[in-house]
Each structure stands twice: as C-alpha cells, then as structure tokens.
C-alpha cells in the first residue's frame, strides 16, 4: 500500500472545491473504491482506462491493482497536479492526459482489451458510454458508475419503462449487469441521486446482425414516440414503415419497447436493405 495522505488533505492542499459543470462528486472512501475495482474483474497484464480522476479516490486501487498501467484523462487542471503525488508514489505505472474524455482516442492511449473504469461526470456519462460500445474490439470491459436512473435503463429488459435505445445498444454487442447501489451521501459533495456500478464486457457475437448505424436510428426513432403503435413512430425514418416492418415479420400495431434487441437487428438490416 502507498503512504499517500488521505483524500480529504489531498482536496485541501490542492484547493480542489467541487465544480458542478465538471459533474465532480468525490469518492473520499477508499474501501468504496476498492470494492468498484474488484467489480472490474481480472485486470492482470491489462491497461485501464480512467476518466475523471479527480483527487485520485479510484486511481489508487486501480494502481494497487494487477494492471499494467493505468491511463487517466482528466479534464481539471487542479487534479492533474494533484494526482502528479499518486504517479510518483507508483512509478511507471500511471500516465495523466490533460483532456475531455469525448475527444480522447481510446486506441491510441490503451492497448486493445483495456478495461475502462471510472466514477462518470454525470453530465458526459452517457456519450462517453455510446461512445466505447462502438469498439467492442479495443474496449475488454467496462466498469462505470452511473446516476441509478442511468444505470436501470442500460440493462432494462423489453417491456419495462425504462427499455429504450439506450438498453438497445448497450446489450446488442455487449452484455451489461447492474452490480450495486451507493447512495448520494457516499459521495463529496452528495449529488441529488444514488449512483450505481454497471459491467458491461463485449459478447463473444452480437446478438444479431446489423449495422451499427442503422440499428441505431431504427431504435432512436422508433422510442421517440414510445406510446405510438410501431407503424406510426418509424415514419420518420425516410423509408416506408409499413413496408420495413412487413419485411421484418413485426406486426404494425406493436410498440418499441415491446420488440426484442433480434427484433430491432430485423428492422435494422430491412432499413439498410431499403435505403
Ligand atoms: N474519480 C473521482 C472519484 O471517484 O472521486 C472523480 C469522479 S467525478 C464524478 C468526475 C471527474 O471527471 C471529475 O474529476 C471531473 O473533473 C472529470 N471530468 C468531467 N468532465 C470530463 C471530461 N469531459 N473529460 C475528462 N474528465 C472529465
């Protein structure tokens, strides 16, 4: 174990006092951020991928870990030289990048496999979660802290409330599972919701197929208006609804959040046959 200080010195002696356009909520428990690199699985011999350090409260055990390397993007000038104390306390091991996550290239900075583990900005959460299910072959899985609401409506399940796009693709090509809760007072300062741990790691195949691209406007159109009967919502698409869903084999009168992730892949691959 390191002999760094403890957080809360660390957030004293670097004047780091929370910005909420920055989503910073901090994890000052470092038994709470073991526990979320525990859930991250085996991670011998791999990079990790880091976004939002912050003080550093994650990047600790990650380093104490039997990963390789850590690679942490962090977009606070403030906690990049704190953490310049963590990355000389493990030598070698951890790198920083000044940076927004949205912009880094992941394939560039870690080696294929990588785990991404992180504490999300709450505002940056989920374009950065579509954004690394785009690359299930660079990306080894994913470890990430999400508002609860998120969380539930990345593994829900066809016919509940909070199945939408955002469910679609987060289990077409990869498999997600909400590992546990942390209420809003684990964190510095509370933030107004709990938060939750979701896993996700790459299917070995995607569970059906279709391009990536067309599922994804297929299902983002269709939940646009959930409540509507499937021939109604897919107008927008551009091509004939009726036709794509007779192609498909789905009954016009269903709604979005009753078709399957394969049902989706069937309008998908319709849509791009007729485009
Ligand atoms: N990992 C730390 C922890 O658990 O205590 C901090 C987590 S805090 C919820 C989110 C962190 O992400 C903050 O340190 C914030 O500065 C950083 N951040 C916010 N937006 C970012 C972005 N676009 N790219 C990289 N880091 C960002």
């Known amino acids: 174990m390191s002999d760094l200080p403890p957080l809360r010195e660390v957030i004293r002696t670097y004047g780091l006092d929370a910005r909420k356009g920055l989503g ?5 428990d470092l038994n709470l951020t073991a526990k979320i690199v525990r859930a991250a699985g085996d991670l011998s011999g791999r990079d990790v991928l880091e976004v939002g350090p912050g003080p550093g409260g994650l990047t600790r055990p990650l380093l104490e870990s039997d990963a390789d390397r850590v690679v942490a993007v962090e977009r606070d000038a403030r906690c990049v030289a704190a953490l310049q104390d963590v990355k000389a306390a493990f030598p070698g091991r951890l790198e920083i990048v000044e940076g927004d996550a949205l912009e880094a290239d992941e394939t560039a900075l870690v080696r294929p496999g990588a ?14 979660l579509f954004k690394w299910l785009a690359q299930p072959e660079h990306v080894g899985s994913m470890t990430l802290m999400f508002q609860k609401e998120v969380a539930d409506r990345i593994v829900a399940a066809p016919g509940s409330g909070q199945y939408g796009r955002l469910a679609v693709m987060s289990n077409w090509r990869w498999q997600s ?12 300062p509370p933030p107004k919701v ?14 059906a197929p279709a391009d990536g691209d067309a599922l994804s406007r ?36 269903r709604r979005a959040e ?16 007729l485009r």
């Open 194 to 207: 709990a938060s939750a741990v979701v896993h996700l790691v790459p299917r070995p195949e995607p569970l």
């Open 24 to 28: 910073q909520h901090f994890l000052l």
């Open 115 to 128: 785990a991404v583990v992180a504490n999300l900005p709450y505002n940056v959460g989920t374009p950065l």
């Open 258 to 273: 009753t078709l399957s992730i394969k049902e989706f892949c069937a309008l998908a691959r319709a849509f791009q046959a």
């Open 177 to 188: 599972t909400k590992l546990f809760e942390l209420p809003a007072r684990a964190f510095t």
């Open 218 to 253: 297929v299902v983002a159109q269709a939940f646009n208006q959930r409540r509507k009967m499937l021939r109604q919502s897919l107008k927008g698409l551009g091509a004939d609804a009726s036709a794509l869903l007779d192609a498909a084999g789905i009954d016009p009168t």
